[in-house]
């Protein structure tokens, strides 16, 4: 069983940063593509970033470009989100995905394990 966990969330001020970070245990990480999630409340899931298993590929939505930045690190089983310059929009719950695949997807339907996410608030 794939245990996905997310920490990093938290309450901030517009224009300050943040570094999501999701643990993933239970198989090999490196066999993985691995995705952030983000929903707000009364809107759909979406995805804002996605990487594949080497890490050479990558995805950032536009309403995060320029801003976030995802990474790997395959010796740690752990990805990463790095948020910067964020604004009350960004208000929302993050969850890490995983599919087994080595190439990422930005379709939620298409990953295999969830984690149970974080809460990030971002005031004005």
């Known amino acids: 069983q794939v245990q996905l966990v997310e920490s990093g969330g938290g309450l901030v001020q517009a224009g300050d940063s943040l570094r999501l970070s999701c643990a993933v245990s239970?198989?090999?990480?490196?066999?993985?593509?691995m995705a952030w999630f983000r929903q707000a409340p009364g809107k759909e899931r979406e995805c804002v970033a996605a990487?594949?298993?080497?890490?050479?590929?990558?995805y950032h939505a536009d309403s995060v470009k320029d801003r976030f930045t995802i990474s790997r690190d395959n010796a740690k089983n752990t990805v990463f989100l790095q948020m910067n310059s964020l604004k009350p929009e960004d208000t929302a719950v993050y969850y890490c995905?995983?599919?087994?695949?080595?190439?990422?997807?930005?379709?939620?339907?298409?990953?295999?394990?969830w984690g149970q996410g974080t809460q990030v608030t971002v005031s004005s």
């Open positions: 995905a995983a599919r087994q695949t080595p190439t990422y997807s930005i379709r939620d339907y298409e990953h295999d394990y």
């Open positions: 990487i594949s298993w080497s890490g050479r590929s990558m």
């Open positions: 239970g198989r090999t990480f490196i066999n993985y593509a």
